[in-house]
């Protein structure tokens, strides 16, 4: 594709009414603040600016957000990040995103969870009456966590009843927490029993194996990633029957070294499958992803047509847990795209 075409495609890509269902707060630091927020805190960075965001892989990159969300001390702070975060999809052209945010990284904060829920809800509440995109929250289980402290944040959460939070998620390590399926089963079925949504991370630092603990033990609505799943026949055919939709990340699994090129990456052949894909940044800041990019880059690669592509953005509303109306808007404004 020559520059131009490429530019006109961008922006027809921006006017592309969709959703995003699989970004974390945490991954939307730009390296600046960070920078100017560990010069505040006299905290030094582990490494110098420009080599801060290459990370060897997941493990590496987990730590990283411990620093980072670390520097988020202050409501001013959480405000700053949320406000940014709701910029950041305006720039894509997003409609609605889930926004994944998991309370263990953020230390400043530990113990008082509604505080900063009431923190970042700030930010996306006075984005969205600026005229930005609406958001809600999946909030996260880290894989190493507890049984008791997983069934504790789920309690915490049906009680608190916050109207941005939509969902139980889990993300984190799998490759290091080995098979957690069987320790969160009743934290999500008790999210579950209370209304909440349930999405899970699995088939990114696990195989096949943590995507079926994800149907069967967690009772996921969704998955986060899942692109393993390419692993196991029956479960392409189990994800494409049941039609469990997969939020799925090239460009942050090429930077974490999940596959080694977007030739190989299984995103194509699990569409073609009938499993139902989005797409979606991850971590956009650390990982220099931006949702366009996400759907030039797949276009380029596979040939994507404006039929395939309009296909992807309809799976990600329907597979979003905005609310009915929502939904209804962006389908209605996808249709004359
Ligand atoms: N938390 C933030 N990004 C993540 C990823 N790609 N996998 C697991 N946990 C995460
Ligand atoms: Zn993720």
Known sequence: MNPHTETADIARLKALPKAEVHLHLEGCFEAG????WAKLEGLALPRPEEDLFKFSGLADFLGFLDLACGLASTQERMFELSYGLSQRLAASGTGYADVIFNPTHWHAWHGRLGAMLEAIDAGFLAAEQDGLPSVGLCVSLLRTQSADAAIALVETLTSMRHPRVVALSVDGNEATAGRTG????????????AGLRRTVHAGESSGPEGVWDAVELLGADRIDHGVRAIEDAALVDLLAERQIPLGICPTSNLVLGVYPSIQE??????RIAGVPVSLNTDDPALLGASLVGEYSLCRRTF??????????????IEASFADAHVKAKLLTSLGSW
Request: zero cysteines; charged letters at 30%; hydrophobic letters at 40%.
């Open 182 to 193: 069987p320790r969160f089963a009743e934290a999500f079925r008790r999210a579950g029993a």
């Open 303 to 316: 040939g994507w047509t404006d039929d395939i592509t309009q296909a992807v953005a309809r799976t990600s």
């Open 265 to 270: 990456h299984p995103i194509e052949r699990l």
């Open 33 to 36: 603040v960070i920078r100017q």
